[in-house]
């Protein structure tokens, strides 16, 4: 079992106190020159390091105090040559006569940095010469952590290029070949702590199933228990491994920073040597950091020219290895590569670079059998960033990339994995964000095809994702085909694919996503009528589909769309011709009308009853007479049929009486019609000032200022004069009930509407009319208890509008002058 940490901290304080203690007699040897004596307390200094309690943490920090003190030893030990007290030939025999070989080997390797810098002998044959003495020491933390202090004495006195330690021109191979034995060696150091661990946890399992053979049931707990301590131990040591990971590292990044690793070397020789060691390893811990180190430290243009060499090592990894997060290191890092210059980029083209990637990564996952579709997917989202980053104008590409992933999906089967759903959101999103244009991504013939592996939730938040993305850059969708296929991905707004799950959906969440899809719809253009038309089409046959609860939210966007089309086509008539969709008022007229029937079918009736009125101001406008008067038709229908409701019908007949009023296309008996049916549903409605408001209202359908034939005074007269009535009666039920002052504010607002015929010149409005009014209601203000302030401040102003007109003076004065307030 490993110790726990008290015991730790109690080693550890021991080892310090042991290196302090030996250190302070080695000191005095220092300052006296005495050199055996130096030789004596060091060996018994480094010894502390002997010990195999410690953790690697707590490890380091004893080797670190050992480290410090042997550069004060190397010093002395420089001094000493120099002095010419001892050769260094002398002093490198004489330090192995050390009784231990652990504080042997780290003061032949500290002598040895001396030997090496007096340049008495090639720096390649004492460096093969530390490099193979090493191998004596084959405990893990010990042979690691000597081998760390080996390198990095060294790491200054490679005979390099450029380097003062530089021999023949096969020196630097000598160098390469150090670091590489040294990082080999440390590598089976690292790796065998795991598997000593793994060996105790295999043998406590056959302790286990013996013990079970031999029916000793009362034991089978005990030994479990055992066998989870072992479980734990084997956690801790992989702990300790990654602590220790750095040592190994070190060794690559040397590697690097040698001036004689060029692109040929690291091509033939470094490159080479290290994947054969990560591979044959076969520990994953090891396989993943080396891997990544790889990456790390050697530059992005020896990955690119070495790309295939690379990549073929990931198959031959365990199946425990993270390679997904590796292999999106690498494209990460040549992504960034190809973007740093546009130089770079033929590169990439010359040497295949997608194409190896994309085959490594198959033969990645057909290798690793079990690997989750999360970890697929994550790679390729990974190639098609990086697809987008380097070859963005390569469609063909992006969508080899989509291909590939929507193999990987198991049959038509949904993925259940929220981890892998959140990849392939990742996935489609990926070129809405490259192109800031849904319409590249309808290219991509694969693009739907991975939307139809989620589930009908993240389907619903994909298609929010593009809406937004099409809204953001205000993208415009010109045909009829890419509407169709925009609407098929986003489909899971526009109709209830699984109906058990419609309880479920949040009130606010459902109007957001359809008042999404209605904003969408007026992305939808093109300036050719017969295409635009084609489009129209197409968005009906996919909104008729969405149920009671969506075409409430996204029908008008469509009218208006098509309304829109039938003023662009203002003048024109026309037929279908053979099988072509001719684009004519007429033809948009027959879809709106069908439109507005699918509404009322979900029991719409006042937007109906608006779209109704709309349509006939849009016929109007296209001086057509019939289909004007068809759309009053239907929307009077509609009224007295649908629109129950009380507040409902005061507000649909003042948005009749508001809109007959704007029409100019009617004849006398058609316009007659229209207008009797309005004034009589006026006069029908519910309460009495409804009744009184919505009449006086209709007197405007008898005096339009811009109509030269619209101008029947009597008429006029007869609606106000009927308001009056009804305002009346209004105050007599109010008497009678002891209401409140409204019919009051009925005078008030009737007489403004005569004022109003009065200024236009209506000859059936005279001052005398007026005044009999104003006499009214002063009359009715004084003898009311109850007087509506309000009602009070809206006569004193009318009768201040009055007395204005009258100082004008001229013809407007004596127009007014008669009048007495």
Same mark, same amino acid.
């Given at each position: 079992?490993?110790?726990?940490?008290?015991?730790?901290?109690?080693?550890?304080?021991?080892?310090?106190?042991?290196?302090?203690?030996?250190?302070?007699?080695?000191?005095?040897?220092?300052?006296?020159?005495?050199?055996?004596?130096?030789?004596?307390?060091?060996?018994?200094?480094?010894?502390?390091?002997?010990?195999?309690?410690?953790?690697?943490?707590?490890?380091?920090? *004893?080797?670190? $105090?050992?480290?410090?003190?042997?550069?004060?030893?190397?010093?002395?030990?420089?001094?000493?040559?120099?002095?010419?007290?001892?050769? !260094?030939?002398?002093?490198?025999? *004489?330090?192995?006569?050390?009784?231990?070989?652990?504080?042997?080997?780290?003061?032949?390797?500290?002598?040895?940095?001396?030997?090496?810098?007096?340049?008495?002998?090639?720096?390649?044959?004492?460096?093969?010469?530390?490099?193979?003495?090493?191998?004596?020491?084959?405990?893990?933390?010990?042979?690691?952590?000597?081998?760390? @202090?080996?390198?990095?004495?060294?790491?200054?006195?490679?005979?390099?290029?450029?380097?003062?330690?530089?021999?023949?021109?096969?020196?630097?191979?000598?160098?390469?070949?150090? !670091?590489? #034995?040294?990082?080999?060696?440390?590598?089976?150091?690292?790796?065998?702590?795991?598997?000593?661990? /793994?060996?105790?946890?295999?043998?406590?399992?056959?302790?286990?199933?013996?013990?079970?053979?031999?029916?000793?049931?009362?034991?089978?707990?005990? =030994?479990?228990?055992?066998?989870?301590?072992?479980?734990?131990?084997?956690?801790?040591?992989?702990?300790?491994?990654?602590?220790?990971?750095?040592?190994?590292?070190?060794?690559?990044?040397?590697?690097?920073?040698?001036?004689?690793?060029?692109?040929?070397?690291?091509?033939?020789?470094?490159?080479?040597?290290?994947?054969?060691?990560?591979?044959?390893?076969?520990?994953?811990?090891?396989?993943?950091?080396?891997?990544?180190?790889?990456?790390?430290?050697?530059?992005?243009?020896?990955?690119?020219?070495?790309?295939?060499?690379?990549?073929?090592?990931?198959?031959?990894?365990?199946?425990?290895?993270?390679?997904?997060?590796?292999?999106?290191?690498?494209?990460?890092?040549?992504?960034?590569?190809?973007?740093?210059?546009?130089?770079?980029?033929?590169?990439?083209?010359?040497?295949?670079?997608?194409?190896?990637?994309?085959?490594?990564? &198959?033969?990645?996952?057909?290798?690793?059998?079990?690997?989750?579709?999360?970890?697929? %997917?994550?790679?390729?989202?990974?190639?098609?960033?990086?697809?987008?980053?380097?070859?963005?104008?390569?469609?063909?590409?992006?969508?080899?990339?989509?291909?590939?992933?929507?193999?990987?999906?198991?049959?038509?089967?949904?993925?259940?994995?929220?981890?892998?759903?959140?990849?392939?959101? /990742?996935?489609?999103?990926?070129?809405?964000?490259? @192109?800031?244009?849904?319409?590249?991504?309808?290219?991509?013939?694969?693009?739907?095809?991975?939307?139809?592996?989620?589930?009908?939730?993240?389907?619903?938040?994909?298609?929010?994702?593009?809406?937004?993305?099409?809204?953001?850059?205000?993208?415009?969708?010109?045909?009829?085909?890419?509407?169709?296929?925009?609407?098929?991905?986003?489909?899971?707004?526009?109709?209830?694919?699984?109906?058990?799950?419609?309880?479920?959906?949040?009130?606010?969440?459902?109007?957001?996503?359809?008042?999404?899809?209605? $904003?969408?719809?007026?992305?939808?253009?093109?300036?050719?009528?017969?295409?635009?038309?084609?489009?129209?089409?197409?968005? $009906?046959?996919? %909104?008729?589909?969405?149920?009671?609860?969506?075409?409430?939210?996204?029908?008008?966007?469509?009218?208006?769309?098509?309304?829109?089309?039938?003023? #662009?086509?203002?003048?024109?008539?026309?037929?279908? !011709?053979?099988?072509?969709?001719?684009?004519?008022?007429?033809?948009?007229?027959?879809?709106?009308?069908?439109?507005?029937?699918?509404?009322?079918?979900?029991?719409?009736? =006042?937007?109906?009853?608006?779209?109704?009125?709309?349509?006939?101001?849009?016929?109007?406008?296209?001086?057509? =007479?019939?289909?004007?008067?068809?759309?009053?038709?239907?929307? +009077?229908?509609? @009224?007295?049929?649908?629109?129950?409701?009380?507040?409902?019908? !005061?507000?649909?007949?003042?948005?009749?009486?508001?809109?007959?009023?704007?029409?100019?296309?009617?004849?006398?008996?058609?316009?007659?019609?229209?207008?009797?049916?309005?004034?009589?549903?006026?006069?029908?409605?519910?309460?009495?000032?409804?009744?009184?408001?919505?009449?006086?209202?209709?007197?405007? *359908?008898?005096?339009?200022?811009? #109509?030269?034939?619209?101008?029947?005074?009597?008429?006029?007269?007869?609606?106000?004069?009927? /308001?009056?009535?009804?305002?009346?009666?209004?105050?007599?039920?109010?008497?009678?009930?002891?209401?409140?002052?409204?019919?009051?504010?009925?005078?008030?607002?009737?007489?403004?509407?005569?004022? @109003? +015929?009065?200024?236009?010149?209506?000859? #059936? %409005?005279?001052?005398?009319?007026?005044?009999?009014?104003?006499?009214?209601?002063?009359?009715?203000?004084?003898?009311?208890?109850?007087?509506?302030?309000?009602?009070?401040?809206? +006569?004193?102003?009318?009768? $201040?509008?009055?007395?204005?007109?009258?100082?004008? &003076?001229?013809?407007?004065?004596?127009?007014?002058?008669?009048?007495?307030?």
């Amino acid at each position: 079992m490993l110790p726990d940490t008290e015991d730790e901290e109690k080693w550890l304080a021991e080892g310090i106190a042991g290196v302090q203690h030996n250190a302070f007699y080695m000191h005095r040897a220092l300052d006296s020159n005495d050199l055996k004596d130096v030789l004596r307390y060091s060996v018994q200094m480094l010894s502390e390091l002997r010990t195999s309690l410690l953790s690697p943490h707590k490890y380091y920090e *004893l080797y670190m $105090r050992a480290f410090d003190e042997l550069r004060k030893v190397e010093m002395f030990f420089r001094e000493e040559i120099s002095r010419g007290n001892i050769s !260094v030939m002398e002093l490198y025999e *004489l330090v192995q006569h050390a009784g231990n070989i652990l504080p042997r080997l780290y003061l032949l390797c500290t002598v040895g940095s001396v030997y090496i810098k007096s340049k008495e002998a090639p720096a390649k044959d004492v460096l093969k010469d530390l490099v193979e003495m090493c191998l004596g020491i084959q405990h893990s933390v010990h042979g690691l952590f000597l081998r760390s @202090y080996l390198c990095q004495i060294s790491r200054d006195k490679l005979p390099d290029i450029g380097s003062e330690y530089e021999g023949d021109a096969e020196t630097v191979n000598d160098a390469i070949e150090f !670091v590489l #034995q040294n990082f080999t060696e440390m590598n089976k150091l690292w790796v065998r702590m795991q598997h000593q661990t /793994a060996a105790l946890v295999s043998h406590a399992g056959i302790i286990v199933i013996l013990k079970l053979l031999g029916d000793l049931v009362l034991r089978l707990e005990f =030994e479990l228990s055992g066998l989870q301590g072992l479980t734990r131990e084997k956690d801790k040591r992989e702990k300790e491994r990654s602590q220790l990971r750095d040592l190994i590292g070190k060794n690559l990044h040397i590697l690097s920073q040698i001036e004689g690793v060029d692109l040929d070397v690291y091509k033939e020789t470094v490159l080479p040597r290290v994947l054969e060691q990560v591979v044959n390893c076969k520990d994953d811990v090891a396989q993943h950091y080396l891997m990544d180190c790889i990456i790390q430290v050697f530059p992005d243009e020896y990955h690119l020219q070495t790309l295939e060499t690379l990549l073929s090592a990931f198959p031959q990894l365990q199946p425990s290895v993270d390679i997904k997060t590796v292999l999106s290191q690498l494209m990460d890092r040549l992504s960034n590569y190809a973007t740093s210059s546009t130089e770079v980029l033929p590169e990439f083209l010359q040497v295949e670079a997608f194409g190896k990637l994309s085959n490594a990564i &198959g033969k990645v996952i057909e290798a690793q059998a079990y690997m989750p579709i999360v970890g697929a %997917i994550t790679l390729y989202v990974s190639l098609l960033t990086f697809t987008l980053r380097v070859h963005p104008d390569r469609l063909d590409y992006v969508d080899q990339v989509l291909g590939a992933c929507v193999k990987k999906f198991p049959g038509k089967a949904k993925l259940e994995d929220s981890k892998a759903t959140k990849q392939i959101v /990742a996935l489609m999103s990926a070129p809405l964000e490259k @192109y800031n244009d849904i319409v590249t991504a309808l290219k991509l013939p694969n693009y739907p095809h991975v939307m139809d592996h989620l589930d009908n939730g993240t389907k619903k938040v994909m298609a929010v994702v593009i809406i937004q993305s099409i809204m953001k850059n205000t993208t415009c969708i010109s045909t009829a085909d890419k509407v169709e296929a925009l609407f098929e991905l986003i489909k899971g707004l526009m109709k209830d694919v699984d109906e058990t799950q419609d309880d479920e959906i949040d009130e606010e969440d459902f109007k957001e996503e359809q008042n999404s899809v209605a $904003r969408l719809i007026h992305m939808l253009h093109n300036d050719d009528p017969e295409e635009m038309l084609k489009i129209i089409y197409t968005v $009906r046959k996919y %909104i008729v589909l969405g149920g009671p609860k969506r075409l409430p939210f996204t029908v008008p966007s469509l009218m208006f769309s098509a309304l829109k089309l039938v003023r #662009q086509l203002q003048g024109q008539d026309g037929e279908a !011709v053979g099988e072509q969709v001719s684009a004519t008022p007429k033809k948009i007229f027959q879809i709106l009308h069908q439109t507005i029937e699918d509404l009322l079918s979900v029991s719409s009736p =006042e937007l109906a009853l608006r779209l109704y009125l709309q349509c006939a101001e849009a016929a109007n406008d296209c001086d057509l =007479e019939p289909i004007a008067y068809e759309f009053f038709t239907q929307a +009077f229908v509609l @009224y007295e049929e649908e629109v129950a409701d009380s507040k409902a019908q !005061v507000t649909a007949i003042h948005l009749i009486t508001g809109t007959l009023q704007r029409m100019n296309i009617f004849g006398v008996e058609n316009r007659d019609t229209l207008t009797h049916k309005a004034t009589g549903y006026s006069a029908k409605l519910l309460k009495k000032p409804d009744q009184c408001r919505a009449v006086y209202a209709c007197s405007h *359908l008898f005096w339009v200022d811009d #109509q030269d034939g619209v101008k029947d005074g009597e008429r006029v007269l007869l609606c106000l004069k009927r /308001a009056l009535r009804i305002a009346n009666a209004a105050q007599q039920m109010a008497n009678a009930t002891r209401g409140s002052g409204d019919p009051v504010m009925l005078f008030i607002e009737i007489l403004n509407k005569y004022l @109003y +015929f009065f200024e236009k010149g209506n000859p #059936q %409005i005279t001052s005398s009319i007026l005044q009999g009014l104003i006499e009214l209601i002063k009359t009715e203000t004084q003898s009311d208890t109850s007087s509506d302030p309000s009602a009070d401040s809206f +006569f004193a102003s009318t009768l $201040r509008y009055i007395e204005f007109q009258k100082q004008k &003076g001229g013809a407007t004065g004596e127009k007014y002058e008669p009048i007495k307030t």
